[in-house]
């Protein structure tokens, strides 16, 4: 693997919300770690986007090109791969990573973003959602996760991470971001999107699961017709998607 230089580390992964000095366009860095589980890392690679060709797609076309689903060659394996990006994926890279990782069960896929790609256009924020349904975890990088990529993937030559001024803060108000787009799901009677209130396990046990207007109680946008409580197929994907499943690596 040729280590990230420094220089290009703090630029690229700086959490700030606007680029400091020289001001450079922060572009897609894409640096993983791939190894069986329960074993050592065979694997350390970093890739940046090239023309037409996202980091993510260069990350799969990469992996699948070690045909880690071979029982022939790896058995039962479980492989874990834990990336680091720069920018969250794109709907498009979002959907190819889901593919991916659906057409390898045995791949066990998580990614830390330092920042969130357009944020605020509801397709990007569709892809989030997307990939979190899909089991596959989008964490926030605060300082472990940087120190991480620091001393796996940089030409740091010994020396320590220095952590950027407000930092954690930027880390804290950005993974705020993420928790509310995956906050929201469609309705599935009118399609449009709407809040879901934060999940609380002890009203949860207090509250029967069913109760008389269920639809009612999380979408009150869109109040019910009599036709609206005959059951509703979930939505798809595409329409709208279920809340987050289990994390692979909890
Ligand atoms: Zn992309």
């Known amino acids: 693997m040729n280590p990230l230089p420094k220089e290009v580390f703090y630029h690229q992964f700086g959490n700030q919300k606007r680029a400091p000095r020289p001001y450079h366009r922060r572009k ?84 830390f973003a330092s920042r969130l790609y357009f944020h605020w256009l509801g397709k990007y924020q569709e ?3 997307l990939l979190h349904a899909s089991g596959i975890p989008v964490t926030i990088m605060n300082i472990p996760e940087f120190e991480n990529c620091w001393w796996e993937f940089v030409d740091n030559r010994g020396e320590p991470f220095q952590p950027w ?31 879901l209130s934060p999940c609380d396990p002890s009203s949860q046990l207090q509250r029967p699961l069913v109760s008389v207007t269920p639809l009612l109680a999380l979408y009150p946008h869109c109040p019910p017709t009599p036709f609206s409580f005959l059951p509703t197929p979930f939505p798809s994907p595409q329409q709208g998607l279920p809340l987050p499943s289990l994390s692979p690596f909890s």
């Open 165 to 195: 001024n407000k930092l954690e803060t930027s880390s804290e108000n950005i993974n705020r971001r993420l928790q509310k787009i995956l906050e929201v799901r469609s309705c599935p009677r009118c399609r449009r999107l709407a809040p």
């Open 28 to 111: 897609t860095y894409l640096c993983y770690r791939l190894r069986p589980q329960d074993g050592p890392v065979t694997a350390r690679v970093c890739l940046q986007n090239k023309k037409k060709r996202h980091a993510e797609i260069r990350f799969i076309d990469k992996i699948r090109s070690l045909q880690l689903d071979s029982s022939q060659t790896f058995g039962s394996q479980i492989f874990e791969i834990t990336c680091y990006v720069t920018w969250s994926p794109c709907f498009t890279c979002a959907e190819e990573l889901v593919a991916f990782v659906r057409d390898h069960p045995r791949i066990r896929l998580r990614l």
């Open 127 to 129: 892809g989030l959602r």
